[in-house]
Nanobody, 115 residues
């Protein structure tokens, strides 16, 4: 089992920045990919960014050039630096960790961008 705890959400004006953090605990040795998803009201959960243990990260087209995902394997943390935020970025952001047999989710953190 892998437990994930997110932090760093909040209310910000359009054009502002936020940094989300996710701390993983438990069977972290089994984690391959870590990422961030988001779900806006009335919409499906969607991938924001994902990073593996090796290789380049992947981003949703809507956040490319504005968001940066990074990973600290020593601390079992993953981060999402969000710049030039837009009202359409408003959503609950979820941390995700993938192993060879399962996916795990955090409880989510609210990000609200006001216009």
């Amino acid at each position: 089992q892998v437990q994930l705890v997110e932090s760093g959400g909040g209310l910000v004006q359009a054009g502002g920045s936020l940094r989300l953090s996710c701390a993983a605990s438990g069977s972290t040795f089994s984690v391959n990919t870590m990422g961030w998803y988001r779900q806006a009201p009335g919409k499906q959960r969607e991938l924001v960014a994902r990073i593996g243990s090796v290789g380049s990260p992947n981003y949703a087209d809507s956040v490319k050039g504005r968001f940066t995902i990074s990973r600290d394997n020593a601390k079992n943390n993953v981060y999402l630096e969000m710049n030039s935020l837009k009202p359409e970025d408003t959503a609950v952001y979820y941390c995700n960790a993938g192993t060879s047999w399962s996916y795990y989710w955090g409880q989510g953190t609210q990000v609200t961008v006001s216009s």
